[in-house]
């Protein structure tokens, strides 16, 4: 199975900063790689699709980026809003594989 | 528009066998893949499988021995059963769909399942 190791774990970050949230791939996924957003008691949202393509309806503060197996999922200007658990998923072999989690918290 | 909700027991014994409903609108089932996901504490998210929009399956071989995936397209509903549950199969399950760009664009409310006698 691929393994997506996401990192950090956590962070306590505030208003205004520039968020870098990182996934490294196993293997080789090409760009079959999505983020999604969940806040809580709520569904995952999709931010991000194709590594790097912004989710229609979502602030172009989000970005998504690759450098080799690193993928990573960039907040600029963080809004109160922001906050909650960031995933990434990998969909280029099966089993489909999430990262554990990023958890973003306001300081 | 298009929405998603699963539809669960709640409690299920352990040993016994869990069934979950996902009733889909706003799309067909015969041209969109639907996942199944899932959420413990133990594991966190886990990719559980999907039906093609022509029927067929794939699951997680995690899950393969005790888990199917159906549909009645008739009745815009997709089915989860898996039997031989266990406490650490207690969590929220999610049905989302698919898009062709990548990513799961769609996801129900999910139904939280406890096992426990």
């Known amino acids: 199975d691929i393994q997506m190791t996401q990192s950090p774990s956590s962070m306590s970050v505030s208003l205004g900063d520039r968020v870098t949230i990182t996934c490294r791939a196993s293997q080789d996924i090409g760009n079959y790689l999505s983020w999604y957003q969940q806040k809580p008691e709520k569904s995952p949202k999709l931010m991000i699709y194709?590594?790097?393509n912004l989710e229609d309806g979502v602030p172009s503060r989000f970005s998504g980026s690759r450098s080799g197996s690193d993928y990573s999922l960039t907040i600029n200007s963080l809004e109160s809003e922001d906050t909650g658990i960031y995933f990434c998923l990998q969909h280029k072999q099966y089993p489909y594989t999430f990262g554990a989690g990023t958890k973003l918290e306001l300081k | 528009q298009v929405q998603l909700k699963e539809t669960g027991p709640g409690l299920v014994q352990p040993t016994q066998t869990l069934s979950i409903t996902c009733t889909v609108s706003?799309?067909?089932?015969?041209?969109?893949?639907m996942q199944w996901v899932r959420q413990t504490p133990g594991k966190g998210l886990e990719w559980m499988g999907f039906i093609r929009s022509g029927g067929s399956t794939e699951y997680n071989s995690e899950f393969k021995s005790r888990l199917s995936i159906s549909r009645d397209t008739s009745k815009n509903q997709v089915f989860l059963k898996m039997n031989s549950l266990k406490t650490e199969d207690t969590g929220v399950y999610y049905c989302?769909?698919?898009?062709?760009?990548?990513?799961?664009?769609?996801w129900g409310q999910g139904t939280l399942v406890t096992v426990s006698s």
């Open positions: 194709g590594a790097t």
């Open positions: 706003g799309f067909s089932l015969t041209s969109y893949y």
């Open positions: 989302a769909r698919a898009v062709g760009r990548g990513g799961f664009a769609y």
